[in-house]
């Protein structure tokens, strides 16, 4: 008897049950974006409670290239450790008021890193020190604000002072610099496309100081800084750690996995091909010769104390010591000849860094420790007070010896908005500047 087989049975996906409605692909869509939205809440939460993704503090600037992004609470542990907050305006620093209270002696101090001081908490910085350790038992009060800025070089501090410093009518300025500034002060024109955002100078053939914006306006489109773009950048920047943990990896990765860089460096110029620039092209700007770096650092020094004087403010120069001693002896030099002539001062730390018994310990790897802070503010408060600095009418030592003042090496203690750029490729010129005669040469930083 042929046996007849059962009808077969349809198919059904184990996903699907018969008699009940499909979900809408809406509520599908909407309800991946809200686990999605939790478990970036949840990812931002774990990264906020183990401090991490908090290193992202710099945005950029087409006055100085870059700028600190006020407010920012930087958890920092590339070298050393610091968890604190930028102030309002976005310097690394308590609130001051522009007006200066009366009765109150100002002193802006300007640098790059090394005077920011991320590597130490904030009350350790020689800055903060010196400002605690001028007001105990003084006559009247004494104000230090920090004006520095990670990568800032010399020709960066002299805009600064122009458009930030100046209006806080700081009664001394102190400069910290090192044998590695000079060289971020000028820009080879045939190499403006692989250089850093920032404004450089030059001498031009009369001799006179001028202004190099051509970089910074080639990478920073009038106006770019207020379109959607930056503004989102910015909001990611100060609030989200996830983003800060993704520069960090970028950062590491960049500098330390040869076919990533290769990988990134073409990533940026598709970029570039996009906003329409072509990446191997020369970067339009003023034309003139090959520029000594040592030569621009002196009359950027010159220039700087000019308008230090100009605005009632006495300018010092503090110069940390090179790992050879040098280079910055070099420096020392030059730069002590030019402070008897144009009066600033110069403070060369590097005997009293010899001089000091735990040397070794002034450092953590590049910057200053805690312990090196402590010792800047130590020696930065003598020198001020041997030239008697710290009185209401700020003179300085007489010309013959304005420039060169030593301090011998004590004991350890234990314990808003950018000002527009004026013209494109603008080069402001500073006439009062001739040209030094046979300036000499600083060794380059390897």
Known sequence: MQTVAPPEKKQVAEWYTPGVPRKPLWRTAAEAL???????????????ISGVGGQEFLTPSRTLGTTHLPGKNIIWRMEGFSAD?????????????????????????????????????????????????????????????NFA????????????????????????TVVLMHWGNTSANIVDPKKRNKAQPRPYFYIDS???????????????APGAENNAWSKAINWLQLNSRIY???????????????????????????????????????????????????KVTDALVVALSDKCAKTGSKLVV???????????????????????????????????????????????????????????ADTLQEYLQQNDLLTTSTPMADSSSAGDTKVAAKAPVDNSEDAPVATQHATDSFPGYETLKAPVSVKEPI
């Open 206 to 220: 009369e001799g006179k100081l001028q202004q190099d914006n051509s970089v910074i306006d080639w990478y920073y």
């Open 149 to 172: 800025c990670s990568g800032y070089s010399t020709a960066q501090e002299y805009v600064q002072y122009t458009h930030e410093v100046e209006q806080y009518k700081p009664d001394v």
């Open 244 to 294: 800060g943990v993704l520069t960090q990896t970028d950062m590491a990765l960049n500098n330390n996995e040869r076919v990533y860089f290769k990988w990134r460096g073409n990533f940026q110029r598709v970029l570039a091909f996009l906003q329409g620039k072509d990446p191997k092209a020369e970067v339009p700007g003023p034309s003139y010769a090959e520029q000594d770096p040592t």
């Open 34 to 48: 809200v686990c999605l939205v939790v478990a970036v809440a949840i990812l931002e939460g774990v990264f906020r």
């Open 318 to 376: 503090m110069l940390l010591p090179d790992p050879t001693g040098t280079a910055s002896q070099q420096l020392a030099g030059e730069l002590t000849a030019l402070g008897k002539e144009h009066g600033f001062g110069l403070l060369d730390l590097s005997e009293a860094f010899k001089q000091h018994p735990q040397q070794k310990d002034l450092f953590l790897r590049v910057h200053l420790s805690s312990l090196g802070h402590k010792f800047v």
């Open 85 to 145: 907050n930028l102030n309002s305006i976005g310097y690394r620093d308590i609130e001051h008021t522009v007006a200066k209270p009366a009765g109150v002696k100002r002193i802006a101090v300007l640098g790059d890193s090394h005077s920011e001081g991320l590597q130490v908490p904030l009350q350790d910085v020689y800055a903060r020190r010196l400002e605690m350790q001028l007001n105990e038992g003084a006559s009247h009060n004494f104000e230090v604000i």
